[in-house]
């Protein structure tokens, strides 16, 4: 009888179809270069707000004004 032990994520996402990708080659790729992650905690933010704040995010980053960003907020209740 064959018995499994538990598989790590990466072998897990391996069996789900996922590619493995070759390790970058020093100075001929930039697929490995060091990225920044600015994170924002807006709080609660009403959704037209929220809205615009996103579009404003989405071309600074696009026109490399800032790094990639990260919006993190909550718009209050709404009845629909």
């Given at each position: 009888m064959l018995t499994r032990g538990l598989l790590t994520?990466?072998?897990?996402?391996?069996?789900s179809g996922f590619k493995r990708l070759p390790p970058a080659t020093a100075g001929g790729s930039d697929f490995m270069r060091e990225r920044t992650l600015r994170v924002e905690r807006?709080?609660?933010?009403?959704?037209?707000?929220?809205?615009?704040?996103?579009?404003?995010?989405?071309?600074?980053?696009?026109?490399?004004?800032?790094?990639?960003?990260?919006?993190?907020?909550?718009?209050?209740?709404?009845?629909?």
């Open positions: 994520p990466c072998e897990l996402l391996l069996q807006l709080g609660r933010v009403e959704y037209g707000a929220a809205l615009e704040i996103q579009k404003q995010t989405e071309r600074a980053v696009l026109n490399g004004e800032q790094p990639d960003t990260l919006l993190l907020l909550e718009h209050p209740h709404t009845l629909t």
